[in-house]
Structures are given as C-alpha cells and as structure tokens.
C-alpha cells in the first residue's frame, strides 16, 4: 500500500515570497492533516479535513495560511507571504479512524 | 490549552540497555499514539493504544494506555544502534479525530 505522498521534499524562498505544498493522501483515508513542526519540537496541527470539509483551523494563521482539499483527496497548504518564522518542516498525515500516518514531510526555509 | 510532557528530553544509553520513556498530561485522551521519527523523514507509526490499562507489544516495544487515561509509557528493551532517533507520543482529545503530540525524547545508542 502506497504511503502518504508529498511534495516538494524541500524550498527554499525569500521573506515575503509565496509557496504552496502538495499532499496525496492514503488512497480511501476520509481525514487528512497539516502539520507544522519546527526544529526540536512535536508536530503541531495547522488544519485538519473530514473528507473535503474543515475540522479544525483554530491553529491556522489565516491572514497568510490558506489550504484546500479539493475532491476530498489531494490537499494543498499555501503560505502567502512568507515569513522567517515559518522555517519548519511541513507534515502531512492522513487516517482511516484513529490512526495517522504521515508523509515525509517539506522542509521550508524561508530567508 | 491542552498539553503533553513527554520525558525525559533525551537519553543517552549503552547498546543492550532497557529504554522507558512516558508522556503525562491533565487531559483525558481516548488513544494514545507513539511515533518514531528519523532526520529528515516524517513520524512513523510504533503501537496504538485504544483502551485505559491496554498493555501491546511491537517486536521490542511496549506500550501502555494508563489506567487515569491521561498518560503513556513506552519501553525498548534490549536497544540496538538504529532505535536511534526522536520518539513522540500523541493523545487524541474525547469526541474529536485531533491529536495534540508530546515534544519528544531524543534517544542516542551508544556501540
């Protein structure tokens, strides 16, 4: 069974730039996850989908965070504009109930 | 808000050696995950623990869902050098599919 894909693996971008990430789920996982996880410490939800609808957003800065789940499958997470304090690494889960399983994550560097 | 502490922040033991690691908090969860996390990948998925006073086993690993439900423990008996790595603990909050994830204890095997 294919794993949650993502991509890029990696970007780097100027301050003030915009970027966008790409997650393709477990193929039948209804629930899918955004993650943040800065360096030394645990993931921390940004936005989580039921199916293509918002579960929870309470943790997504939503003056420059926007992310979508078209279809109910795919998701992207967009940052627009960048800031330096968005350098972390960017995980994607999905899950059929209880469990989540993540991707391998996309590693922003913002300069 | 609702917050795990994961102890102890890292360890450093000698090849052979038995690891317990424990994450406790205030809340009450209804599953407890443990991940392990390599540099550069994303969290994959030890044991999941569904049920107060649950005991499972994963080949080495040993997990339990505490009787209070607000806290975990995981032991590795017997380490060898690749259980190096950053293990996390998650809890998923009563009534929601939302995991909040401990800050990680950071293990070195020593040959």
């Known amino acids: 069974e294919a794993g949650v894909a993502q991509s890029p693996r990696y970007k780097i971008i100027e301050k003030r730039q915009s970027v966008a990430f790409w997650c393709n789920p477990i193929s039948g996982h209804a629930t899918l996850y955004w993650y943040q996880q800065i360096l030394g410490q645990g993931p921390k939800l940004l936005i989580q989908?039921?199916?293509?609808?918002?579960?929870?957003d309470s943790q997504l800065p939503k003056d420059r965070f926007s992310a979508e789940r078209l279809k109910g499958v795919d998701s992207t997470l967009k940052i627009q504009p960048a800031k330096l304090e968005d350098s972390a690494v960017y995980l994607c889960?999905?899950?059929?109930?209880?469990?989540?399983?993540f991707g391998p994550g996309t590693r922003l560097t913002v300069l | 808000g609702q917050q795990l502490n994961q102890s102890p922040q890292s360890m450093f033991i000698q090849e052979g050696e038995d690891v317990s690691m424990n994450c406790t908090s205030s809340?009450?969860?209804?599953?407890w995950l443990w991940y392990k996390q390599d540099p550069g990948e994303g969290p994959v998925l030890l044991i999941a623990?569904?049920?107060?006073?649950e005991l499972t086993s994963n080949g080495r690993l040993t997990a339990q869902f505490g009787i209070t439900r607000k806290d975990s423990f995981l032991n590795i008996s017997a380490s060898i050098p690749s259980d190096v790595g950053i293990y996390f603990c998650a809890g998923q909050l009563v009534g929601t599919y939302k995991y909040i994830f401990g800050t990680g204890t950071r293990l070195k095997v020593l040959a």
């Open positions: 889960a999905s899950s059929p109930a209880d469990e989540q399983f």
């Open positions: 623990l569904y049920k107060a006073g």
């Open positions: 989908f039921q199916n293509n609808g918002v579960v929870d």
């Open positions: 809340s009450i969860f209804n599953t």
